[in-house]
């Protein structure tokens, strides 16, 4: 006997028939995708299927919404959110974080934003900026803020959607 014979699938025999009231049917053996066209189709068609579901759950690049929020120029607290359904709900995360007494500064969305405000006791001097790279809308937010007159700049929070 040769090791191809020893590998062959066994016999209709020696396979138990499946119970009569199972809910979905059991294949007696297993689909050849290289020898069943259909067997390639439905592997793909499955894949394409379970792809979709994944990112059909969450909300696309298009849909989230960010928020940066701040008690003052001058204070210690910040909030921010990033991928939000919606621009109120972004609002309200970052509110959440931040917590009594402050005020979103600015939503964004698919984009970064950036505030930094000079931490000088009564200093108007402060920056808000909006772009596509969290590095630039940082390094441009304390920039602005020094040409605004402030000494101690400091960046206060950041964000990218």
Not at 1 to 22: G, Q, V
Not at 108 to 136: I, N
Request: charged fraction near 25%.
């Amino acid at each position: 006997m040769s090791a191809a014979c020893a590998l062959r699938r066994p016999s209709a025999e020696r396979i138990r028939a499946p119970d009569r009231d199972l809910p979905f049917r059991v294949l007696r053996y297993p689909i050849d995708a290289r020898r069943s066209r259909l067997g390639v189709h439905m592997r793909h068609g499955t894949t394409l299927v379970l792809t979709f579901m994944l990112f059909a759950a969450a909300p696309s690049a298009a849909e989230a919404y960010g928020a940066l929020a701040v008690d003052y120029a001058q204070g210690t607290r910040f909030g921010f959110s990033r991928n939000q359904p919606t621009e109120q709900k972004a609002r309200e995360v970052a509110l959440g974080g931040c917590g009594a007494g402050c005020t979103v500064i600015v939503t964004f969305r698919k984009s970064c934003a950036a505030y930094a405000a000079d931490q000088t006791t009564g200093s108007p001097a402060e920056a808000l900026v909006k772009g596509p790279a969290a590095a630039a809308v940082r390094d441009q937010a304390l920039s602005d803020c020094r040409k605004r007159g402030g000494r101690q700049c400091s960046l206060r929070v950041w964000g990218c959607d």
